[in-house]
């Protein structure tokens, strides 16, 4: 049976999401410390523990068939790689930061200047683009603390939360770019590990479509359900079951949460009642 073998990340933040997405993919994988490998027992998945700029490599050298990574290391080190999927987890920024008492005001105000950062080629192309001329200081790691020891003017290095950046007393100016996990494939993969890949893809596409969805039960009056049903963005018509009370029906469907909130109020003008909102483990179409 063939094995599809996958990389993720050794650790951190994308290291748990990663885990978690397997885990409610059904797929069941033993994660002890310092694991380098670990096989899935009841999914022909081989998961590889590693380190995340060594991914693309390894991807590329078919040493792996596919590895969740951020869409970023991808444009930095794998522009060749193709993306299956993006999975909508693990977002942040690559961004430019400066001093909080740089004056900055744009991008021009950099022509000259050393920027620290692990992205190296991500920045040269994105100040090429801009007819901006800067010195690059490669840094592998706490690129941020590259202005306060005097290394550099200003850093480019992933922004989530920016409290890296406020603790090191930086300020985000620009951003290059935008990024999230993805599932990434490499062009090495065979015709037999890529059947075993579409498998391990459709669950995760169900669990995508079932975080981004809530399971909604309401109370309608009868008179009313056709009003209620053309205000709900549903997969399919919703389910109608009558109620013990006569001339009431229980109205059951899945709708995006955010356009649950956008439709919330017509839904009670419209004569809903005892609205229930449910999480939902799977959507399987």
């Known amino acids: 049976m063939s094995i599809l073998k996958i990389a993720i990340q050794k650790s951190g ?41 060594d991914i693309p490599q390894y991807l590329i050298d078919g040493v792996v068939d596919a590895a969740i990574v951020g869409d970023n290391l991808l444009v930095e080190k794998g522009q060749e790689i193709q993306v299956a999927e993006k999975l909508g987890f693990s977002k942040c920024k690559v961004s430019i930061a400066v001093p909080k008492n740089f004056a900055y005001k744009t991008i021009e105000d950099l022509n000259g200047l050393r920027i620290a950062t692990s992205y190296p080629k991500t920045v040269t192309d994105y100040f090429t683009s801009k007819n901006v001329t800067i010195e690059i200081h490669q840094i592998s790691g706490s690129v ?24 090191n007393n930086l300020k985000e100016v620009e951003v290059i770019l935008k990024s999230e996990a993805v599932l990434a494939v490499s062009p090495l993969i065979s015709i037999e590990n890529k059947s075993v890949l579409d498998k391990l893809q459709f669950r995760i596409q169900s669990v ?17 359900i056709a009003t209620v049903s053309k205000i709900l963005p549903v997969l399919k018509s919703p389910t109608v079951m009558p ?28 004569g809903a009642e005892g609205i229930l909102v449910c999480p939902i483990e799977k959507i399987v179409l």
């Open 208 to 224: 995508l479509r079932s975080r981004k969805s809530k399971y909604i039960l309401m109370n309608v009056p009868n008179d009313r």
């Open 243 to 270: 109620l013990a009370e006569e001339g009431w029906s229980s109205l059951h469907t899945v709708i995006d949460e955010e356009k649950f909130w956008e439709v919330i109020d017509e839904l009670k003008a419209a």
């Open 13 to 53: 933040r994308l290291n748990e999401d990663s885990i978690q997405i397997l885990k409610d993919c059904g797929i069941s994988i033993n994660n002890g410390n310092d694991q380098l490998k670990t096989t899935a027992s009841n999914f022909p998945l081989e998961v590889y523990f590693l380190r995340n700029s």
């Open 144 to 167: 941020e603390i590259a202005p306060n020891i005097g290394l550099s003017d200003a850093i480019v290095d992933i922004v989530s939360s920016g409290s890296t950046l406020f603790k």
